[in-house]
């Protein structure tokens, strides 16, 4: 239920989404998007490239940027399958991207939406008695169930319905 301003009152006027908390569906039938489904709504079997996948979190057409740094990223965690803090610092300075683009906006987007995990462990040295937490990265299965969630939920609303006709 919609909370009710006073009269008199000014609000400001909503913006929409913020483009850090949402994804990009083009037209499911446009140039952007291979074909995932017949004629009679029957999914295909190809499937789509981590680029392909990629083009939703950070679309190519409007975070050109963003997204080749997010391809060069998951083809190197894909390859080791792991990655520690160190591995990120030689990442970021021998593709020359600035460390807030990758730190600040890929990095962050790519666990919000689920596609990487990043867990921290506390060391404490023993000559010092300092703390630090290195970082360990690895892909995350969640963006995959989050979305398949969504889709099986639609999928059963659309048969229950139909299956009501």
């Given at each position: 239920?919609?909370?009710?301003?006073?009269?008199?009152?000014?609000?400001?006027?909503?913006?929409?989404?913020?483009?850090?908390?949402?994804?990009?569906?083009?037209?499911?039938?446009?140039?952007?998007?291979?074909?995932?489904?017949?004629?009679?709504?029957?999914?295909?079997?190809?499937?789509?490239?981590?680029?392909?996948?990629?083009?939703?979190?950070?679309?190519?057409?409007?975070?050109?940027r963003?997204?080749?740094?997010?391809?060069?990223?998951?083809?190197?965690?894909?390859?080791?399958?792991?990655?520690?803090?160190?591995?990120?610092?030689?990442?970021?300075?021998?593709?020359?991207?600035?460390?807030?683009?990758?730190?600040?906006?890929?990095?962050?987007?790519?666990?919000?939406v689920?596609?990487?995990?990043?867990e921290?462990?506390?060391?404490?040295?023993?000559?010092?008695?300092?703390?630090?937490?290195?970082?360990?990265?690895?892909?995350?299965?969640?963006?995959?169930?989050y979305?398949?969630?969504?889709?099986?939920?639609?999928?059963?609303?659309?048969?229950?319905?139909?299956?009501?006709?």
């Amino acid at each position: 239920m919609a909370e009710e301003v006073p009269q008199g009152r000014k609000t400001i006027a909503s913006r929409g989404i913020p483009s850090s908390e949402s994804l990009y569906f083009p037209p499911y039938n446009g140039s952007e998007t291979r074909r995932f489904q017949d004629n009679s709504e029957t999914p295909t079997r190809n499937l789509w490239s981590a680029e392909e996948v990629l083009n939703f979190v950070f679309p190519r057409k409007y975070q050109e940027r963003y997204h080749d740094v997010a391809i060069k990223f998951l083809a190197l965690l894909m390859g080791k399958s792991q990655l520690g803090g160190n591995e990120l610092a030689s990442f970021v300075g021998e593709n020359k991207i600035s460390k807030a683009t990758f730190y600040n906006r890929v990095l962050p987007r790519l666990r919000r939406v689920g596609m990487i995990k990043i867990e921290r462990e506390t060391v404490v040295a023993l000559e010092s008695k300092r703390k630090f937490r290195p970082m360990r990265i690895t892909l995350s299965k969640t963006f995959g169930n989050y979305l398949m969630k969504i889709g099986d939920s639609w999928l059963a609303v659309v048969d229950e319905s139909r299956s009501k006709q």
